[in-house]
Nanobody, 124 residues
Framework: QVQLVESGGGLVLAGGSLRLSCAASGRTISTYAMAWFRQAPGKEREFVAAISWGGGTTSDPDSVKGRFTISRDNAKNAVYLQMNSLKPEDTAVYYC?????????????????WGQGTQVTVSS
């Protein structure tokens, strides 16, 4: 079993930056694919970014491409999401998730473990 805890969310002005962290415990996540999803009020949970177990595969949708960067530090059993040039449309609860297969996916139901989420609010 793996527990995931997100942190780093908060309030920020448009154009600002935040760095989200996801700390894993229970087991090592070094061989898992990791991803970030987000969910805004009244909207479905959407894919943000992912990284494979080897750290060399990432996926960024057009909505965040060029602004968000996912990374991992297996020694710390953690993953991160650096968010720059934030927009009000980025306001959502951000979730960290892990997939045991090690292969990233855009589908929520293909991930095995989920964190509780951290709120990101971007004001204009």
């Amino acid at each position: 079993q793996v527990q995931l805890v997100e942190s780093g969310g908060g309030l920020v002005l448009a154009g600002g930056s935040l760095r989200l962290s996801c700390a894993a415990s229970g087991r090592t996540i070094s061989t898992y694919a990791m991803a970030w999803f987000r969910q805004a009020p009244g909207k479905e949970r959407e894919f943000v970014a992912a990284i494979s177990w080897g750290g060399g595969t990432t996926s960024d949708p057009d909505s965040v491409k060029g602004r968000f960067t996912i990374s991992r530090d297996n020694a710390k059993n953690a993953v991160y999401l650096q968010m720059n040039s934030l927009k009000p449309e980025d306001t959502a609860v951000y979730y960290c998730t892990a997939r045991r297969s090690g292969i990233w996916s855009r589908k929520t139901y293909e991930y095995d473990y989920w964190g509780q989420g951290t709120q990101v609010t971007v004001s204009s």
